[in-house]
């Protein structure tokens, strides 16, 4: 079972994130419910594209990262980009064993009184930047997002800009629906929406008529 895609931003106060909840076997748009993001101690984010059986074996390993972090009771807590780090290396662990975990991640969060904002596919390519998208969503929505983008957006400003992104997914990529839910990264800590619709618009002319203005007929 596979989810597509996952988009972040950077934004004035946080990290925001979006992806949808469609769970796949193949073309089989099988599950609607699933969530594919995942917070990770006070102040981190993490959502994944790709296989979602391997996620769930992250997320036991981050589980069991948090609960030893709970019981040494030192007051030392994983940071967001020691986060990134850690799943880089099980990447490339993973890869190099030749059994990866077809994932690609997106890590975000607050640090140092900043945002934070990473990736690392299932071959441990790890890189930050101020807006990341996973699946067609680098090539669907990326473009967007460097259209759309600034520095100081507000939280309204960066809501709207995944949902614009997200409801053009919907309508390119077979593999989505628009259920879809929204994350923040803050100072004062993470928060996950519950899933809900996203509106749509069916209308378009080329929609409508997809080969209007198409001459048919002929020679090449």
């Known amino acids: 079972m596979t989810g597509t895609s996952v988009l972040a931003v950077k934004y004035a106060d946080g990290v925001m994130m979006a992806c949808d909840t469609l769970g796949s076997y193949g073309s089989l748009a099988r599950f ?58 099980v990447m490339y662990q993973r890869r190099n064993k030749f059994n990866p975990l077809w994932n690609h991640l997106i890590i975000g969060g607050f640090e140092n009184g900043a945002a934070y904002l990473g990736t690392v596919d299932s071959i441990a390519t790890s890189y930050t930047d101020d807006h990341i998208a996973t699946g067609y969503g680098e090539y669907l929505a990326r473009p967007l997002l460097r259209a759309g983008w600034r520095p100081d957006m507000t939280e309204g ?39 809900f619709s996203l509106t749509t618009k069916w209308d378009y002319q080329s929609f409508v008529d997809p080969k209007a203005g198409v001459e048919t007929g002929g020679s090449w």
């Open 32 to 89: 609607k419910n699933v969530e594919r993001i995942q917070p990770f101690g006070a102040s981190t984010l993490i959502a994944a594209g790709g296989e979602i059986s391997d996620f769930q074996e992250i997320k036991m390993m981050l589980k069991g990262m948090e609960i030893d972090d709970y019981c040494y009771d030192d007051g030392c807590t994983l940071n967001s980009s020691e986060v990134h780090t850690y799943l880089t290396r």
């Open 157 to 195: 400003q960066a809501r709207h800009l995944l949902e614009e992104c997200m409801r053009v997914l919907y309508y390119r990529d077979c593999r989505t629906i628009n259920r879809i839910q929204i994350a923040k990264v803050t100072a004062q800590g993470t928060l996950v929406s519950p899933p």
